[in-house]
């Protein structure tokens, strides 16, 4: 027992055998009703990306037009298929614009403009996909920083430049000065700034840093 | 527009350089007669959702036998006057036609033409 109306059969008879108003057809019987569920389905992409909407629905009927033998009519209505193939595309739009959206996000016009990646706080909630760009970005910079860094506490005080951090205190933390007195923290993290600088300038890690990051 | 008249609009342009259908006519006689879509829609006295499923139609072949019947059936769906379709289909097919044809072949007819018509006025 088909599930498929008998206007599904029709229109799906129409497409099969090429007809030259098929597609007309196919989106004047069933474009409004699908674009109806999914913009009440999806409240808030209707609002603010109502073309998102339109181009996935788009997608689903040209996507079902040229390979009309992916509906079963056993299976399901057409408007069923239409609607789930409709909101697959949606999603995977919605999927691109939100990665779309994170990398430029994290693409910063300079290294000193962007908040010292590596020391970021996750604490702020982030979704996963931002978690995993994030956290390859970080993984890179990392291992560029270790090839001219060996040590742990240098690469920790090199992310810390390159992070425009100048807190004093923050660098006598990283390098346990604190049981120094203020004269003599500021001189050895003056010393052991200069020496990082030195091999950052040397070997252009900032612009090394930038092309990772691009 | 509405809903659906916003996904016809989409659907014609995805199609519109496709000659198969009646979309790429439509695109092509706008463009020719430097008009807009709204204005071919009121020289159709048609609206817009009646356009645009015009443009998603197959565009019937002037050339075949059926070609009348074709675009009959198109214009019974549509509500556009079969002349309507007729003329549009002619005429960027008559524009498209003279396109492919490179312009020495034109030029080379037109001097045979003149000396055809001096040696009969001698």
């Known amino acids: 027992m088909p599930k498929a109306t008998e206007k599904d059969i029709e229109t799906h008879k129409l497409i099969l055998s090429k007809n030259d108003l098929a597609l007309a057809k196919l989106f004047d019987t069933y474009g409004k009703s699908i674009i109806d569920s999914l913009k009440q389905w999806y409240?808030?992409?209707?609002?603010?990306?109502?073309?998102?909407?339109?181009?996935?629905?788009?997608?689903?009927?040209?996507?079902?037009?040229?390979?009309?033998?992916?509906?079963?009519?056993?299976?399901?209505?057409?408007?069923?298929?239409?609607?789930?193939?409709?909101?697959?595309?949606?999603?995977?739009?919605?999927?691109?614009?939100?990665?779309?959206?994170?990398?430029?996000?994290?693409?910063?016009?300079?290294?000193?403009?962007?908040?010292?990646?590596?020391?970021?706080?996750?604490?702020?909630?982030?979704?996963?996909?931002?978690?995993?760009?994030?956290?390859?970005?970080?993984?890179?910079?990392?291992?560029?920083?270790?090839?001219?860094?060996?040590?742990?506490?240098?690469?920790?005080?090199?992310?810390?430049?390159?992070?425009?951090?100048?807190?004093?205190?923050?660098?006598?933390?990283?390098?346990?000065?604190?049981?120094?007195?203020?004269?003599?923290?500021?001189?050895?993290?003056?010393?052991?700034?200069?020496?990082?600088?030195?091999?950052?300038?040397?070997?252009?890690?900032?612009?090394?840093?930038?092309?990772?990051?691009? | 527009m509405n809903d659906k008249v916003e996904l016809l609009r989409y659907a014609v342009q995805k199609i519109s350089d496709n000659r198969d259908y009646m979309g790429f006519y439509l695109k092509k006689y706008c463009s020719l007669e430097r008009i807009t879509d709204a204005q071919l829609i009121g020289k159709l006295n048609s609206d817009y959702e009646d356009y645009f499923k015009l443009g998603l139609c197959i565009a019937p072949e002037s050339s075949n036998k059926d070609f009348l019947d074709k675009v009959n059936v198109i214009s019974d769906y549509t509500h556009i006057s079969s002349l309507d379709i007729i003329h549009i289909i002619k005429y960027v097919a008559t524009i498209e036609h003279f396109n492919d044809i490179p312009s020495e072949s034109i030029l080379m007819a037109a001097r045979d033409k003149a000396k055809k018509k001096n040696n009969n006025d001698k």
């Open chain 1, 43 to 214: 409240p808030k992409v209707a609002d603010e990306d109502y073309n998102l909407i339109i181009a996935a629905v788009n997608e689903a009927f040209f996507g079902y037009f040229q390979n009309p033998n992916t509906f079963n009519p056993k299976l399901n209505e057409l408007k069923r298929f239409l609607e789930i193939a409709s909101e697959r595309d949606l999603i995977n739009a919605l999927k691109r614009e939100k990665r779309h959206h994170l990398n430029r996000e994290n693409l910063p016009e300079d290294v000193e403009l962007e908040e010292k990646i590596w020391n970021r706080s996750l604490e702020e909630k982030e979704n996963p996909e931002s978690e995993i760009i994030r956290n390859e970005i970080s993984e890179k910079i990392d291992s560029l920083l270790k090839e001219y860094f060996p040590n742990g506490k240098d690469m920790d005080l090199a992310k810390l430049i390159l992070g425009k951090e100048r807190k004093t205190e923050v660098f006598v933390e990283v390098f346990g000065l604190t049981n120094l007195n203020k004269e003599e923290q500021e001189l050895l993290v003056k010393r052991n700034k200069d020496r990082i600088k030195k091999v950052i300038e040397r070997n252009g890690l900032e612009n090394k840093i930038k092309i990772l990051l691009s």
